[in-house]
């Protein structure tokens, strides 16, 4: 009649450890109680990495007991009392009632929780940046003795240091991602439809790499002429042509956490032009990660990069990074000029050269890297070169 | 040096009577634009499917002017110009500055074209209830003469009702969905990894069946034991093992539009609790399709359903379905009794019988089916079996 807990990524000490950094942070803020509604901070906080967030759910942090409380949909607390660290007693399921329901939702049933562990009257922090306005209003309405403090972030930031569990975790996904590139090489070529290349992309993102399956697909991105000037689209029904161009950007995934890795693939001889870009965005991107180390800051690291492709002749307009973990980007860290962030130990980047220069061109190189004590480790390996195929 | 629009997957006329749907709406609500956020919106009303929303971005839509203006982020306009129907110069790309930027997001560059086309103090339609608390607030500080509608969801509820066109492409994506689940059958079995056998799967997905390929790779959930409880979870670690049971869920997908389909997998002879839950759902969801009429309301067919299997000695938690198209779950009508919404043909539905019966026991059918002039057409067709393997 009951489901037994499952295997965990991470021992109970890691996450009484995160546990710990977020309620010192909520007490800096002076608030008993924390609601936590983001997705990946909820994966952060229990290991949970089922997809129910379309639907209401909240994760209740209190400074009066060491064990967060999950409140989420009756359906889905099955697979909280599964894959987290929990109490199942803490896990709460919502009824179905709430569900499509145009008077009341989920989230009057994480108020009332807030209710039942007496918190109504306190200090509490929301997520507003990931609430809706709806919702906020909510919560001002519905607890109109609690005093709201805005906690939009505070946990991404905590996130953004891993501890070496989630980097042996990063590691892994890593490998799968090289594995997506390497598999794509191996099978793009003329006459092939993109969809054909996908599937065997996707399948290989799926088995994994050293035994460790991918635990889920990441986002895919695979952008052929006449799109390489594109870099968010999946991929289109056409077959992929002699003298044409890919810029492929892909995830490996284990246990929630993501490596990224982005290469360009020419069929046939690359252009000049192409040629050019690529050896100024490998000159680049060495340079770059020659500037990481502890004490420098992720605006060093982009003005790096940037007045070296400069010396080429190219400039690239968007940002050369940004922090990575849970769930592909994290909203702290950027690597782009006057960004101030601190580079510390066993922080995470997707060094994300991609540079769509003119709408009808682009070129897309990137890596994962973690600070080390002294400089960058590379996670991702794929051969570091314009594939021409 | 510039992009060129793509196929599309409807022709502008199209576009337009959607268009003309939503004007009619802005109409009745007494507002001269509508600021439409919510990026399965955005994909009905220009055939933008890049994976863009993750940042700020939002297509304007005024009385005035025939075509939407849709503002997003630089990297992203020439996906814009290369998938929708929309003239280039309405399409309006951010610079990269606001990302990242703790100051000012995209959001201010959607609020500067709502000025710069004259509709700073006229009525505005905004998507409240996908919008931040915080990027509200910013509507409102920064257009303090406009007078601010609440719009949530009204594009959603004239998506219910599909053309001739999107009925097309959902009947494109439901054989990819029954490709998906034809070739887990093929596949599934003891000894197998569940990682390959997903490898499998989305590979199928992604070829997509009678040479259309899918064209994204939706939601898939792979349940075994002892997860037959749960709903929401991708795959895991294990290797399949004898006398266990799979849920599957999945969907294929055709240019933004989802057709889903579930089904359950016997390793070895079912239970008899097993065997009797799966006659009385097929009773049931035979029972509902019959139920399915222009005029009889979503809550009929719940009814119906639930009526039926109480009588074979089971009843059902979670509604039984709810309205689908864009990017799967549409936040519309429900499959729930009590639901008033009435049926009209060319509406398509997920009929959903998962039944999570218990913490460790649970099975899964399901359809997706339109309405049509006289009753219900079934566009998904694997088995409606419960495979035994």
Not at 17 to 38: P, Q, S, T, Y
Not at 70 to 80: S, T, Y
Not at 130 to 144: G, H, N, Q, V, Y
Not at 178 to 203: L, W
């Amino acid at each position: 009649m009951t489901i037994s807990r499952g295997p965990q990524a991470f021992p109970r000490t890691e996450y009484l450890r995160r546990l710990a950094a977020v309620k010192l942070e909520m007490g800096h803020r002076g608030i008993d109680a924390l609601v936590v509604n983001n997705p990946r901070n909820i994966t952060y906080l229990t290991g949970y990495t089922a997809r129910s967030a379309y639907v209401p759910q909240a994760l209740l942090v209190s400074m009066h007991k060491e064990e967060p409380t999950f409140v989420l949909r009756l359906m889905d607390a099955p697979a909280a009392i599964h894959q987290t660290w929990l109490d199942r007693g803490n896990v709460i399921g919502y009824p179905e009632g709430l569900i499509g329901n145009s008077e009341m939702d989920g989230f009057d049933a994480v108020i009332d929780s807030i209710c039942e562990l007496g918190l109504a009257d306190r200090g509490l922090g929301l997520e507003f940046g990931d609430l809706s306005m709806r919702t906020a209003e909510k919560f001002k309405s519905r607890l109109p003795k609690a005093s709201l403090v805005d906690f939009t972030n505070a946990v991404a930031w905590i996130r953004t240091v891993k501890s070496d569990f989630e980097i042996s975790i990063m590691r892994e996904a890593a490998a799968i991602a090289d594995a997506g590139i390497i598999r794509a090489a191996e099978v793009i070529a003329p006459g092939m439809r993109e969809a054909d290349v996908m599937a065997e992309i996707t399948a290989t993102l799926a088995r994994g790499a050293n035994g460790k399956p991918g635990t889920d697909i990441a986002n895919v991105f695979f952008c052929s002429s006449p799109r390489i000037g594109t870099c968010h689209i999946r991929w289109s029904d056409d077959i992929i042509r002699p003298d044409s161009q890919i810029n492929l950007e892909l995830g490996g995934v284990r246990h929630g956490y993501v490596a990224a890795i982005m290469r360009t693939f020419s069929l046939g001889a690359p252009s000049d032009r192409l040629r050019r870009l690529h050896e100024a965005e490998l000159a680049g991107l060495e340079v770059a990660l020659g500037t990481v180390r502890p004490g420098a800051t992720c605006g060093d690291v982009a003005k790096a990069f940037n007045r070296t492709i400069e010396r080429h002749g190219f400039t690239k307009e968007s940002r050369c990074g940004y922090a990575i973990g849970i769930d592909w980007t994290e909203p702290t860290a950027s690597l782009r000029e006057g960004d101030m962030t601190e580079l510390k130990p066993n922080m995470t980047f997707h060094l994300m050269l991609g540079n769509w220069i003119d709408e009808d061109f682009g070129y897309v190189v990137s890596e994962t890297f973690r600070v080390t004590s002294s400089g960058a480790e590379v996670l991702t390996s794929a051969p570091r070169k314009l594939f021409e195929l």
